[in-house]
């Protein structure tokens, strides 16, 4: 049996970490909760300063499905890739407030869109990313010399 190395290690922990967010989003959105949090969310931009009309265009459940994807695939990447349990955290959190902060920005163009599926995948592959302990790198020892 092959040892695995550290690439393969990252790849499955990647892949891992993304479907276990996105499936996450699946199972909320089939049982109905997502739709209920959209509909909570148009009603809270339609008042000021937003006033967004309840006929504003807003992200197919498509798009924004491939876009929660996306951003999951991408957090999950790069806070992997990454060192540090203080930087990881601030990125993620810094990505998080980002992201919620895109939704009055469209919002006050009369655009709606609903960031509480990728918040809840981006966050939740993110916080496994952070937290999953890495493997302990073996120290190499040198090889002893002949004399």
Known sequence: MAAKTHQDILLMRWALFSVTGIVLIVVLYSVGVT?????ALREAMAQAPFLLPPDAPALSPGAGF????LLTLAVACNLLLMRGLLRKS???AAFLLLLTCFTPALGLWGVFFNFVPCLLSAGTAGLLAILWPLPA???QQPSPSHE
């Open 35 to 39: 739709p209920s949090w959209a509909f």
């Open 66 to 69: 491939l876009l929660c994807i």
């Open 90 to 92: 601030a990125v993620l």
């Open 137 to 139: 790198e073996r120290e």
